[in-house]
């Protein structure tokens, strides 16, 4: 499984390149990770919040805990 940090994460979802998360088995984040990501009065800021929530609830991002 890949794990993926904020960072990382917030700037494939800027450049609108999360569905290059589809070319591995599994990716996911840690909820510390989307926490600090996925924040609901950010996503109206922000969309690529938004790109980060579409993809965690397709399932295409697992949320796991470490």
């Known amino acids: 499984m890949l794990v ?3 960072g990382p ?3 494939l979802a800027k450049l ?3 569905d290059v998360l589809e070319r591995y088995a599994r990716c996911g984040i840690t909820s510390g990770v989307e ?6 009065p950010s996503a109206y800021r922000f969309p690529e919040i938004a790109r ?3 993809v965690i609830r397709v ?3 697992d ?3 470490m």
């Open 59 to 61: 399932g295409s991002l």
């Open 16 to 18: 609108d390149a999360l």
């Open 35 to 40: 926490q600090e990501v996925v924040h609901p």
């Open 52 to 54: 980060i929530e579409g």
């Open 4 to 6: 993926l940090d904020a």
């Open 63 to 65: 949320v796991v805990s």
């Open 9 to 11: 994460l917030i700037y």
